[in-house]
C-alpha cells in the first residue's frame, strides 16, 4: 500500500511545509493539489468534506485532508495521511518550547518575541469578526453571541465555562424549528457504537487525572496534560482561534486563582508571555494551528524532573491528545454523515453553537487585551506601539492580502529593533 500511494504521501508532505494561513489558505491549497493537479477527489466532494468538518470539533483541515487519504487508501492510508501532515509543525513548535527556555537563560535581555502578544490578541479579534460575518444573521444568534461573551469574560476562570456555554447554546437554537424546519424523514437508527473508544477515552482520561491529581503520583503532570489535550481537542468548534482562549485559561488564568493554588500546588501552568508567543509564532510556520499543542505540552511540564525527557514527553502528549479526538471524530462519523445530514436538530444546534464561539473569541480577546500593557502612565512608548500593532494586524487581515506569517515576521523584527535601538 505505501509503494501504491507514495505519490500521494509525498504531496502530503510537501503540502505540511507549504500549507501557511490557517484552515482558509489550507482549503485553498487542497484544491489546487489534490483536485486540480492531483485529481485524487473532485471539487464537489472537498467541498462536502469541508462543510462535514466544519460540523465537528476539532481542526477542520486536519479533518479534512485525513478524509481525502480515507477516501483514497482506507484507514490505514488516512492515518499515515494525518502522521504526516501533523509532524512537520508539530516538531517545530516541540522545538519552540525549548528554544525560548535556552534564550531566557543565556540572552535575558533578548525580547524579539515582545510584540508578538500584541499581534496574538490582533489575531483572534480578526477571528471574531470573520466568524461573525458568518454566524450572526438573526436575533437568536446575536443575543447567543452576547450572553456567551459576557458569561465567558465574567467566568473566564472557572473551568467548565467553555463547554457549558456550547452546551446551552446548541440547546437555545433548538426551541424554534422555524429557520431550520426538519425536511424528509430522518433514518430511525444511526449506529453510534463507533464512539464508544472517544468516549471511553474521555472518561477513561478524566478518571486517571483526577485520581493522579488526588494520590499525587510521581508523573501526575503527564496524566494530567493528557486529559487537558484530549478535552480541548474534543470540545473546540471553530478552530485554532477557539483552542487558544481554552488553553489560555487552563494554563494561565486557572492556576493564579487563590482557591486552585491553594487546593493544587501542582498544577500546570506557564507564564503569559510563554502562552502568547507560542500562540503567536504558530502563525508563522506551515501546518495546523493546533500543532501548537506539541509547544504548550513541552511548556506545561518544562519544571518537571526528571529533565529534558518530561518536557520531551509533553511535545508528544500534547501532540497526540490535541489530534486524537479530531481523527476519531472525523473517521467514525463520516461513515454515517450521510443519515445525519437528514437531522434538522443537528443544523440547528450547530446554529446556536456558531454563535456561542464568536462570543467565546470576544471574551477572550478582551482577557488577553488584559495581559498586554496598556498603561501610558510609565511614560514609555511601549503601550502605543501595543496598541499599534494589535489595530494594525487586525487591519492587515482583514484589508489586505499581506499573509500572517509576513505580519509575525514584522513584529519579530520590531521587538529585536526596540530591543536595540529604544
Known sequence: MLIRHLQFLKSVLLHSVTAFGGPQGHFGMMLKTFVHDRKDITEQELLDYNAFCQMLPGASSTQTLTL????????????????????????????????????????????????????????????????????????????????????????????????????????????SDRRIPQKGIPPKKVNWGNMVIFLGLFIVAGYLSE????????????????????????????????????????????????????????????????????????RAIPGPVFSVGAYMGGTALKDKSPQPSMQILGCVIGTVAIFLPSALMVLFFFPVWHNLKRYAVIFRSLEGINAAVVGIMIAATM??????????ADGSLLPFINVAIMIGTFCLLSYTKIRAPFIVFTCLLIGWLNNYFL
Open 367 to 376: 482577557v488577553l487585551m488584559k495581559s498586554v500593557s496598556l498603561d501610558i
Open 211 to 282: 485520581t493522579a491529581r488526588k494520590e499525587e503520583w510521581k508523573n501526575r503532570g503527564a496524566y494530567n496534560l493528557f486529559e487537558n489535550f484530549y478535552r480541548f481537542g474534543s470540545l473546540v468548534f471553530g478552530g485554532g482561534d477557539v483552542l487558544m482562549p481554552m488553553m489560555y485559561q487552563q494554563y494561565v488564568i486557572r492556576p493564579g486563582v487563590d482557591r486552585i493554588e491553594s487546593q493544587n500546588p501542582n498544577v500546570l501552568r506557564m507564564t503569559k508571555e510563554e502562552f502568547l508567543t507560542g500562540s503567536g509564532i504558530v
Open 68 to 175: 481525502i487519504g480515507y477516501k483514497r487508501g482506507g484507514l490505514p492510508l488516512a492515518i499515515l495521511t494525518l502522521i504526516i501532515w501533523i509532524l512537520p509543525a508539530s516538531f517545530i513548535m516541540g522545538g519552540l518550547s525549548f528554544l525560548l527556555q535556552y534564550m531566557d537563560s543565556r540572552y535575558t535581555n533578548t525580547e524579539i518575541f515582545k510584540f508578538i502578544q500584541p499581534m496574538a490578541v490582533g489575531f483572534i479579534a480578526f477571528s471574531a469578526f470573520r466568524m461573525s460575518r458568518i454566524s450572526i444573521n438573526n436575533p437568536i444568534t446575536r443575543v447567543i453571541m452576547v450572553v456567551a461573551a459576557l458569561g465567558t469574560f465574567l467566568l473566564f476562570d472557572t473551568p467548565y465555562i467553555f463547554p457549558v456555554v456550547i452546551l446551552l447554546a446548541g440547546v437555545a437554537t433548538n426551541f
